[in-house]
C-alpha cells in the first residue's frame, strides 16, 4: 500500500469514527490543550492548561482553565499541592471546582464514596468569589466530593446533558 493511499485510510477512518460519536449523539467534543508550567506571584510553580469544549457545529461552548501544584504537601496543608486540579472560569473569573487526583491519599477511597472514577468538589455559585485566585482563600467552600457518573455534574454548559470529563491523569505531568 502505497504512503497515499496509508494516508487516505487513516483519514477514511477518522473521519468515519467522527461521524459515528455525532451520529451517536455526542453533543460536544473536550479538549485539553498542553499543559504550560507557570509560576505564580507567589513564586508558586504550577501548570495551567485550558479546557474547551465546542459543540457539533464547533462553537465554543465552554472555555476553562485547569491548574496543578506539581509540589507535595507541606505539612498538613494540603489545599496548594499534587493532590488537587483547580478549576477556573477566565470569564467570571472565579475558581469553581476541583478535582482530586491520584496523589491524594484518599482518592480510591473517594471514588468508592462518590460512586465513580471521575472525581469534583464544587463551589456553590452563591459562594464563588470573583477576582479571588488564592487558593487557601476558597479551599473552605468546596462541597463534599461528588463523581460526574453518580450526579451528573459538572456540565459542560448548562444546556447540554455532557458533563465536564476531569483531566487525564496518565499525562506525564501527574507522574
Not at 77 to 82: G, P, V
Not at 93 to 115: L, N
Not at 128 to 141: D, E, F, H, L, Y
Request: some cysteine; hydrophobic content about 35%.
Amino acid at each position: 500500500m502505497s504512503r497515499s493511499s496509508t494516508r487516505l485510510s487513516v483519514g477514511l477512518l477518522v473521519a468515519l469514527v467522527f461521524m459515528t460519536s455525532v451520529a451517536r449523539g455526542q453533543e460536544v467534543s473536550q479538549k485539553y490543550q498542553p499543559w504550560q508550567k507557570k509560576v505564580s506571584a507567589a513564586g508558586v510553580s504550577f501548570f495551567e492548561s485550558v479546557y474547551t469544549a465546542t459543540d457539533k457545529d464547533g462553537k465554543i461552548v465552554n472555555r476553562q482553565l485547569a491548574w496543578y501544584v506539581p509540589a507535595s504537601p507541606a505539612g498538613d496543608k494540603t489545599d496548594l499541592s499534587n493532590h488537587w486540579v483547580y478549576w477556573y472560569n477566565p470569564t467570571k473569573q472565579a475558581i469553581w471546582a476541583r478535582c482530586p487526583t491520584p496523589k491524594h491519599p484518599q482518592y480510591k477511597q473517594m471514588q468508592e464514596d462518590a460512586k465513580g472514577k471521575d472525581l469534583w468538589q464544587l463551589i456553590p455559585e452563591e459562594k464563588r468569589q470573583p477576582g479571588v485566585t488564592g487558593i487557601s482563600k476558597v479551599a473552605p467552600n468546596f462541597g463534599k466530593t461528588i463523581s460526574s457518573e453518580a450526579s451528573g455534574l459538572p456540565k459542560v454548559a448548562k444546556d447540554k446533558k455532557a458533563v465536564i470529563d476531569c483531566v487525564d491523569f496518565s499525562n506525564a505531568i501527574f507522574n
